[in-house]
């Protein structure tokens, strides 16, 4: 072999080795389909806060993290996070539990990227389970997935640079309850948490879409910090190259959805946000919304796209900065 092409090869794979690449880890449709059965099923009941079925889902998301050798953050060995009866203002019958996880940041540990979905959701009425596959079991196993590559790449000498927090919300069906509790007893401090990012529901495709499954919505990506909407668009259209629909994200929509769901409590924290999102459909908040009907497909891609820009802000060089005229 000519030498100058031997140390060339040789460079690229030291290159490739000692990198930080991503492209190469992918979401598992199967362990997506597993998770959501599971916290989609007859016996988690609708998971409505501090109720039974809520209970349980808490125990299996934890049991979880627990397998998968994520660390439990100080304080919250068993990877729950309490929350009073109180603190719900009548809108539950008992205590909730927010669920976290962690991964420490090799370089920077003390700046925390924090993804988040919440696990409740409507509980039963009469004979009636509310099942809440796509709201929100898709984007509680998108988590569940994405913690495992990341887990997977620190195995192989990939840890991220900055740490990363998976909370799993309670209380959001009720008011936002789960989230807002976290943002004012955090775990981390809010003035080191540089980015949420927030799904919630991305198992379905709506009536807009029919004919191009392969889409997303974002919303709040620009709304505090440019730099973070430069970077998503960046990084979808270098990897899965979906359409990132936008529609929900102008301030005169009526459907106020950057107001709706839990990253709308780190934004008023200052912290930049992005909700992903598939839309509503004929199942939303009806015992209706069953696993049968998510498309794993749709739901592995936009996961890998929330893994590949977790990874992007996790590991560049500066944190994500807040725009100057955006800050509240």
């Known amino acids: ?27 598992d449709p199967i362990n997506l389909k597993q998770h959501i059965s599971q916290l989609a099923s ?12 809520q209970k349980l889902a808490a125990a299996y998301l934890a049991k979880y993290y627990s397998e998968l050798k994520l660390e439990a953050p100080a304080g919250h060995e068993d990877y729950l996070q309490h929350i009073p009866v109180e603190f719900f203002n009548g809108r539950s019958k008992d205590k909730g539990e927010n669920v976290l996880a962690f991964i420490k940041g090799s370089k920077y540990p003390e700046e925390v990227l924090v993804l988040s979905a919440h696990y409740d959701h409507l509980g039963t009425k009469g ?41 799993h919300v309670c209380g959001e069906e009720i008011g936002l309850f789960g989230s807002k509790y976290y943002t004012s007893h955090p775990v981390f401090p809010l003035k080191q948490t540089v980015v949420n990012l927030n799904v919630d529901m991305v198992g379905r495709i709506d009536d807009k ?53 839990d990253h709308y409590n780190f934004a008023m924290n200052n912290i930049p946000v992005i909700f992903y999102f598939n839309g509503t459909h004929e199942d939303y908040h009806k015992p209706t919304d069953t696993e049968d009907k998510i498309n794993y497909d749709a739901l592995s891609k936009r996961t890998n796209l929330i893994f590949y820009t977790a990874w992007e802000i996790a590991n560049r060089k500066e944190r994500i900065g807040v725009d100057d005229k955006k800050l509240k």
Do not use: W
Request: proline share 2%; hydrophobic share 30%; net charge negative.
């Open 1 to 27: 072999m000519n030498k100058l092409l031997f140390f060339l090869l040789l460079f690229t794979v030291i290159s490739c080795s000692s990198g930080q690449s991503y492209t190469e880890y992918a979401s």
């Open 42 to 53: 007859a016996e988690f009941g609708g998971r409505k806060t501090g109720e039974k079925g």
């Open 127 to 167: 004979e009636d389970i509310y099942f809440g596959a796509d709201d929100d079991a898709s984007g509680n196993a998108a988590l569940m997935e994405i913690a495992r590559l990341f887990q997977k790449a620190k195995t192989e000498g990939k840890q991220p640079e900055r740490s990363i927090l998976f909370l």
């Open 209 to 261: 879409h029919k004919n191009n499954p392969d889409y997303v919505y974002l919303i709040g990506s620009d709304k505090l910090s440019s730099e973070l909407h430069d970077l998503s668009e960046k990084i979808n259209k270098e990897t899965v190259n979906l359409e990132l629909d936008y529609t929900y994200n102008n301030d005169n929509d009526p459907n106020r959805y950057y107001y709706r769901s």
